[in-house]
C-alpha cells in the first residue's frame, strides 16, 4: 500500500439515522470530507454529530448510508473494518479505566487485545508509549490514584500502543485544567509529525492550538471546510469591541462574544455588522473564536 494511502481518509455522502418511526434522529446528513496527514480539527457543538462520525471511523458504528475508506480499507466490508482498526488508534470520550491496575498493567491489557502477542515486543511497545506522553515513572501506580489529565494520558497510551498510522481522539481536554490542557495539545501536536490525528472537539481554542485544516460540523452537515485561518479571515470587519458606561448591552442583533468588567466600564467584543464609531465601536482584528461564532449564527439565521 502506497505511504499517501495509508495517511488519507475518504467520507462520501455519510449518513447515520438512529431510531425508526416517526421520529428519527438524523445524526449525519450527507457528510464529504477528505482528511489526510498532520493535525485535522472537527469542531462543533454537542450533539452536532461529531462523535458518530468519530465512532464510524473507528468501525465501531456502522452508517446508514454513504461511504468510508480509511487507509484504502473500505469500512463497509468486514475485511476492510478488521484492516483498518489495525491502522487506527481510538481515545474515545468517555474510556473505561479498571481503577485497581496499574496503567503499565491497563495498557498491556490492552496491548493483547490488539493482538501484540509477543510478550517481550509487548512490553517494549508498553513501555515506550507510557514514556512517550510522561508517565514512565508513575506507571505502576493505581489508576484510580490518577489526576483527570493523567488519565487522559493513559487514553493515549493505549490508543498508540499499536503504532498505528491514524489517531482519533474524541473530546481529550474536556475537564482538563489548563497545565493538562496545554500539555496534552503539545503532545498531540508531536503525534501528528507522521501520523493522522484528527481531534474532535467543541472547544475552539484547542482547534485553533493545534490544526492546519478543520471542518466545522453542525446539525449532522458540515458547515464549514478549510484551514483556521480561512474561518478566522470570514470574520473580519465584522469584529468590533464596544465600551458600555450605562449597563446596556450592544444590541443590533450582535453576537456577544466576552465581556470584561474595566473601571471605565464593560467592555464587549461583539461579532456583526456595524460603522466604526456606531455605538462607540472600534475595529480589532477576529480571532477564531469570532468566525466559528459568526459562521455558527449565520447558519442559524439562514435556517
Known sequence: MRVEQQMRIEIRDLAK??????HPVRALDGVNLEIGAGMFGLLG??????????RILAGLVRPSGGSV????????????????????GYLPQELGLY????????????????GLDEPAERSRRVDGVLEMVGLGDVADRKLKTYSGGMKRRVGIAQALV?????VIVDEPTAGLDPE?????RNLLVDLAADRVVILSTHIVEDIGQTCSDMAVLQQGRVVFRGSPAALIASARGRVWQVVRTDGDKPDHGLIVVSTQHLEEGIQYRVVGDLTAGETGAVPVPPSLEDGYMALMRGRQAGA
Do not use: C, W
Open 17 to 22: 439515522v438512529y431510531g425508526r418511526g416517526a
Open 45 to 54: 457543538p454537542n450533539g452536532a454529530g461529531k462523535t458518530t462520525l468519530m
Open 69 to 88: 475508506v480509511v487507509a484504502g480499507h473500505d469500512m463497509a466490508h468486514e475485511r476492510g473494518r478488521v484492516a483498518a482498526k489495525q491502522m487506527l
Open 99 to 114: 481503577p485497581d491496575l496499574s496503567a503499565r498493567q491497563f495498557v498491556d491489557y490492552l496491548a493483547i487485545l490488539k
Open 162 to 166: 499499536n503504532d498505528p498510522h491514524i
Open 180 to 184: 493538562e490542557r496545554i500539555r496534552f
